[in-house]
């Protein structure tokens, strides 16, 4: 009874989010589709932490490093004539990847409060990286040249990209989906449970967690390559601590382990801030008081209000 | 490269590193003791500086509005734990992460709301306006002096009450076994309320140390924070010693760093390109130092946990 | 959710009717929080005074002037800018103090073909090739002032001369107009942090190198807290220290105190420049805020008159896009710096002055002209802008 509920009630949701763009470039508020985009897109950054702190027990405090990365492949090929989506989005992919794996390499070996120094150290290294590099903007950032181009469509118009977004969220949730429930994501379970119990058990905890982080920053590096086409402009403020801490607010106000648990988050910080902003210059207050709501009274996140019932993880 | 531009820029180095640790003592504590990530360490140190300038404004004296600062923002750190960070410390650290960058936003905001978004000047006072010359030959500015002196101070009477008085040795039972501490009946609610008052009147100290220096602005916080945690890290958690080591070692590294790569990256880039590799190289060099002590010691240099 | 923004939407468009325009919409951002918070706000309101002055007006059309702080960051002004001209569908846009937020923002801004009249930013990029029929600098080129400096340094008699500035596009512009017109030796040429505040690392190194003269371009507080840290350090006594009017000016002199007397700089607009306007600018302007302008108020103040000058050369009918940008090109309004054109790439041909620090007959410390340096002075890379 409450999975059809919620079957129909996602059905809902996805009919809802399709009509979204078409109805309102119709009433003359493009703006909110590019706004909307937004939301998805940080949706998609926020599922990938998802994957790291929910699912893989990780508390990671530098995953912005691979959301500017992929952001960063996309904004320098463009700058250099590249602007394929075939070739740009898939080197972002790869950048956040590579970048995981490296960095995922060398910060598992810690456990605790000093793993998340660690992945918010390196995360810090990466944005004076980006400062430092004057060909591509320095401090002061660049603006993507032109849209990615994707033979067929074309992504200057607002609505075809909110759609392919739309997708790519939709498929990486799905995928999301299919991975915890596989046998990989009862492995991952179990080592966030008891990781002794499942080194005894004899499986490599350590090449797990890896291949979820690595997972998880190439799924951060296609938010990045969207979030710049999106904003027409990164800059090495994308990888600030801050943000990273925002991924992680967004995800807990969302619901960590609850597999919508990013896109609720990202949805309900981004309008809040949208809304609050229409009314005072003070919206920061609002959400402040908000979080702290959350934490105090709803642990879980809005996704403890969705999932109960459900089995969670 | 003079041996006195040499000693200069090590004064330089001493005199910030000692404000890190000002901030980091504090956070050291707080870490040790109630097991708590807060965040908004940060915050306290711009309401610091914030009711030091409104003090300093409002009284025409600068002697005269520090203890004031010190005393206002302790009681604000007494009752901000009291209040509400205590039901946090039971909870795990990522509620602890949300529930303070909770109070960094709602900080900034208030911040804004009652002093404006433009910064707040605060200058060092008129009898610290000149130079003296602690080499002679050398001149150096007598406040960054005072700061060396302030923060050499504060490092031997934290000491002093650490390893010589009954609170001191409560803080160390605390950070080093809490649940021990706990079963032989130590009052822990007043205790760590104190230790947090403590905290946030020397964030308030590096606040106004630092106010005259840079600018007494909202979000003045969380650029020093980061900063804070690593020398935290590198020194070992709960120790005040490795906050002083730690904080000596990164004050020294960043600044000297800051000052010398670019001259040696001048040799073969060009000026503007070796004067932005430069610091980045110099602040990548403070992540790289606490990545390597975490592989050589894992818990810091002088963990407190037993 | 969406439907409530869907709804909302609708809710716009009873708002903004695109098309004909009964309101003037100006999107303005600026740097109005932070150490550099009195730069944006005096623009801000000189602006603001403009308008009033033409009863709340400009060019006859009622101002919505929307107003965004990008808070000295890119990346915020840009969101602010995509508000503004999606959400908010603003006809002109302006304000921006600093050139890498101007330079981040601009591009949306052309594509979308709304003007940015500039009261502040003049980078060289949109003053030679990049030069775009959108964009117009009512204040200088970013060169400019640190060319007149140049002059003035080596004209003294200066042989080595030490330089400091931010290392971001306005910064580098500084250095190099500086050193177009002062040929002489560099014992440093420094680019520090952009925002930062403790000089005290390159305070040391200056020390060392023994300079016979210092020219600093940091603006705002900046330039505050180098300053005091120069005098701090025991430096000032020694070596003269000299900068463009935005090192100089009176937010700078209101924080730094009595330690600014005797410094030179140079500007294209001071308050003792004797004309109508300016006399009414200036005395209005301390009658309302209490406090006197700098010379980013006068560009603001200007910009406005240019705005309502063109405004009411094309009777309102703004939708015009090459009227209007031909109306602008007139520039046909009374400047409080005097006599004002455009060149050709939209950047001003004008005198520029030699200003001092001293105190005025009401014993205040304050600017006062006390040379010409250039005279009808263009920028140097007008050449290369094929408009």
Known sequence: MALSRSRTALALVLAATIAFPFLAEAAGGGYYVGLMTRVMIYALAATSLNLVLGYGGMISFGHAAFFGAGAYAVAILAQEGVTSVWVAWPMAIAAGAALALVIGAISLRTRGLYFIMITLAFAQMLYYFFVSLKAYGGEDGINLVVRSRLPGLDLRDETTFYLLVLALLAGCLYLLGRLAASRFGAVLRGIRENEARMTALGYPTYRYRLACFTIAGGAAGLAGALIVNQHGFVSPGLLDWTQSGTLLIMLILGGVGWLYGGVAGAAAMLLLEEVLSLWTGYWKLGLGLVLLFVVLRAPGGVGSWFARGNARG | ?306 | ?387
Request: hydrophobic share 50%.
């Open chain 3, 1 to 387: 959710m969406k439907r409530i923004f869907a709804a909302a939407a609708l809710a716009c468009v009873g708002f903004n009717p695109a098309g004909a325009a009964d309101k003037l919409k100006i999107g303005f951002i600026s740097t109005l929080s932070g150490p550099a918070a009195a730069l944006g706000v005096d623009i801000r309101d000189g602006l603001n005074l403009a308008i009033k002055h033409q009863g709340g007006k400009l060019g006859g059309l009622p101002v919505d002037l929307i107003v965004g702080d990008d808070t000295f960051s890119p990346d915020v002004g840009k969101q602010l800018t995509e508000r503004m001209l999606k959400r908010d569908d603003v006809h002109i846009m302006t304000g921006i103090v600093f050139s890498n937020i101007l330079l981040a923002v601009a591009p949306a801004v052309f594509q979308d073909q709304t003007f940015y009249i500039s009261p502040n930013a003049g980078p060289a990029e949109f003053a030679g090739d990049r030069c775009s029929p959108f964009f117009f600098n009512v204040a200088w080129q970013n060169d400019n002032l640190h060319e007149a400096m140049g002059k003035h340094v080596a004209d003294k008699g200066y042989r080595n001369v030490y330089l400091i500035a931010p290392n971001y596009p306005a910064g580098r512009d500084a250095l190099n107009g500086f050193k177009r017109f002062y040929k002489g030796a560099t014992s440093g040429e420094v680019y520090t942090k952009l925002g930062q505040l403790d000089y005290a690392a390159e305070l040391a190194q200056l020390r060392a190198a023994k300079p016979d003269a210092v020219f600093i371009f940091l603006p705002g507080g900046m330039g505050i807290n180098f300053i005091k840290q120069y005098n701090a350090a025991g430096l000032a006594a020694a070596v003269p220290l000299f900068g463009p009017g935005f090192s100089a000016d009176e937010d700078v002199i209101r924080a730094v105190g009595e330690g600014m007397q005797g410094m030179f700089n140079s500007s294209q607009w001071n308050r003792d420049i004797d004309n109508p306007q300016n006399r009414r600018f200036v005395a209005d302007f301390e009658k309302d805020y209490g406090r006197a302008p700098t010379l980013y108020a006068s560009q603001g103040y200007d910009a406005g008159l240019l705005i309502d000058s063109a405004v009411r050369a094309v009777k309102g009918r703004i939708e015009d896009k090459s009227a209007f940008r031909a109306a602008l090109r007139k520039a046909d309004f009374k400047s409080v710096r005097g006599a004002f054109r455009f060149n050709k790439n939209h950047y001003p041909v004008q005198d520029y002055y030699l200003r001092l620090i001293a105190k005025d007959e009401k014993g205040r410390l304050t600017n006062r002209i006390v040379g010409t340096i250039f005279k009808n002075h263009s920028d140097a890379y007008v050449k290369s802008c094929k408009m």
């Open chain 2, 1 to 306: 490269m003079s041996a006195l531009l040499l000693l200069e820029q090590g004064l330089n180095g001493l005199q910030f590193g000692l404000m890190l640790f000002l901030l980091a003592a504090g956070l050291t504590l707080v870490f040790g003791i109630m097991d708590m990530v807060n965040l908004a360490h940060g915050s306290l140190y711009m309401i610091g500086a914030y009711l030091m300038a409104t003090l300093a404004q409002a009284t025409g004296s600068f002697w005269i509005a520090l203890p004031l600062a010190m005393a206002a923002t302790a009681a604000v750190g007494m009752a901000l734990e009291a209040g509400l960070l205590r039901r946090l410390y039971e909870r795990d650290h990522l509620s602890q992460v949300l529930a303070t960058f909770a109070l960094i936003l709602i900080a900034n905001d208030l911040v804004r709301m009652i002093w404006g978004p433009q910064a707040l000047l605060l200058d060092a006072p008129r009898a610290l306006a000149g130079t003296i010359e602690i080499i002679p030959g050398a001149p150096y500015p007598a406040f960054r002096a005072f700061i060396i002196g302030v923060g050499l101070a504060v490092a031997a009477a934290l000491y002093w009450m650490i390893v010589h008085t009954r609170v001191g040795a409560l803080v160390r039972a605390g950070a080093s076994n809490r649940e021990m501490a706990l079963a032989l009946g130590v009052n822990v609610k007043r205790l760590f309320t104190l230790v947090f008052g403590l905290g946030a009147a020397l964030c308030a100290l590096a606040g106004a140390m630092l106010g005259p220096l840079l600018a007494v602005q909202i979000g003045m916080g969380e650029s020093i924070l980061i900063q804070a945690f690593v020398v935290v890290v590198i020194g070992g958690i709960g120790s005040i010693r490795g906050a002083l080591v730690g904080a000596l070692l990164v004050g020294m590294l960043d600044t000297i760093g800051r000052a010398f790569l670019p001259v040696l990256l001048r040799g073969f880039l060009s000026n503007n390109i070796a004067d932005a590799l430069g610091p980045t190289l110099a602040a990548m060099a403070v992540y790289i130092l606490m990545a390597a002590v975490l592989y050589w010691k894992p818990t810091g240099l002088f963990a407190a946990r037993g």
